[in-house]
């Protein structure tokens, strides 16, 4: 009995220790987020985001305001909207993220509040864009047609191949575009939220 009482003891002595998430768990402490910590990193990338988001949209402006033909007018004000909406939620995402954290509080409740919050955030976004996409799509062919061939959007409706092309590439481009999107916002914040649900774990299961 007393061989496997010591046993036990010296494999305690050799278990890993977070240090970081044990100073984080007492009582009355206050500090700040390593700079690898999961949490820092999907606040550094949601500003990233509204930067990518300012600029792109200001990038729609500047088309709307030289090409004012109306079918690319409403699409580029429904992905505007969409950039709006976007960008609110990122904002209020970011200023919810404290990197000081304090032993006064619940830490647990926190990173599950941050985790579940930035991925409702990201899920309402994929579910908007299948019905922006659309337009975006249509803008964008028409657009390049109006351009390239430099006639008239009327003139281009009067020929059914036009129709056509539209509408397969809104079929095949739709779906890609959702896909990429998809693709991108895991390689943004995909891994990040996964290893901050690792630590979530870690302290629910005492680590």
Same mark, same amino acid.
């Given at each position: 009995? %007393? ?7 010296? &494999? ?9 998430l044990d ?5 009355g !402490?206050?500090?700040? !987020? ?10 550094? #990338?949601?500003l990233? #985001?509204?930067? &990518? ?8 402006? $500047? =088309? ?5 033909? &109306? ?5 580029l $004000?429904v %992905?505007?909207?969409? #950039? ?9 995402? !970011?200023?919810?993220? #404290?990197?000081?954290?304090?032993g ?17 955030? @990201?899920?309402l976004q ?13 803008? @964008?062919?028409?657009? @390049? ?17 036009f ?7 809104? =079929?095949?481009?739709v ?9 991108? /916002?895991?390689?943004? /914040? @995909?891994?990040?939220l ?13 680590y």
């Amino acid at each position: 009995m %007393n061989r496997e009482m010591t046993d036990q003891n010296k &494999w305690r002595d050799w278990e890993p220790v977070d240090e970081e998430l044990d100073d984080m768990l007492k009582p009355g !402490f206050s500090s700040r !987020f390593q700079p690898h910590h999961p949490l820092v990193k999907l606040k550094r #990338n949601l500003l990233i #985001n509204l930067v &990518w988001g300012v600029l792109i949209t200001i990038s729609y402006l $500047l =088309v709307m305001v030289s090409y004012p033909v &109306w079918p690319v007018v409403i699409a580029l $004000l429904v %992905n505007i909207s969409f #950039n709006a909406v976007a960008m609110l939620g990122a904002i209020r995402l !970011f200023r919810s993220i #404290n990197t000081t954290i304090s032993g006064s509080g619940s830490l647990l409740q926190e990173l599950q509040q941050h985790y579940h919050d930035i991925r409702a955030w @990201g899920q309402l976004q994929l579910k908007l864009a299948l019905w922006v996409y659309p337009f975006a799509v249509a803008g @964008g062919y028409i657009l @390049g047609a109006t351009i390239r061939s430099g006639r008239s959007l009327e003139e281009l409706l009067q020929k059914p191949i036009f129709i056509w092309v539209l509408l397969v590439a809104i =079929v095949v481009l739709v779906p890609a575009s959702y896909f990429l999107a998809k693709w991108m /916002f895991k390689r943004s /914040f @995909g891994r990040h939220l996964d290893a901050l649900k690792q630590t979530i774990e870690s302290i629910q299961s005492g680590y």
